[in-house]
């Protein structure tokens, strides 16, 4: 750690002060400062709730990602959806209608039909 700053380094407005520490592991300098300021950091993101925030965060986006996977699984091997664009199909390439209008009807035939 440089002199004169502190080992929690959070500004006034509770935000984390990123510590300059230089390190070599070949010449066995500064890891102990390092360690030093991994281990306050992370004690600021406990006491911020910063680190469960993310956690939160990644859950939930780990979980989206799970239903996002489940829901395209249903709808192309399950659903009406991929049959209702097929017979579409002919239309589509003629520019009788748009990929917009097709998905328009396919969300809304599914959006009747569905209840979560």
Do not use: C, N
């Not at 956690?55 to 979980?63: G, P």
């Not at 990602?65 to 659903?79: H, Y």
């Not at 002919?90 to 748009?98: M, Q």
């Amino acid at each position: 750690l440089r002199s004169g700053r502190s080992a929690e380094p959070a500004d006034d407005d509770g935000y984390w002060r990123p510590m300059v520490v230089l390190a070599s592991a070949v010449r066995d300098e500064g890891t102990d400062q390092l360690i030093t300021a991994l281990d306050a950091h992370h004690r600021w993101l406990e006491s911020s709730g910063t680190l469960l925030a993310r956690r939160r965060r990644r859950t939930l986006d780990r979980t989206r990602d799970v239903v996002d996977r489940a829901v395209r699984r249903w709808l192309w091997q399950d659903s009406p959806a991929a049959s209702t664009i097929e017979s579409r199909l002919d239309d589509l390439v003629e520019g009788r209608i748009s990929p917009y209008e097709i998905a328009s009807g396919v969300l809304d035939s599914l959006k009747q039909g569905s209840a979560v």
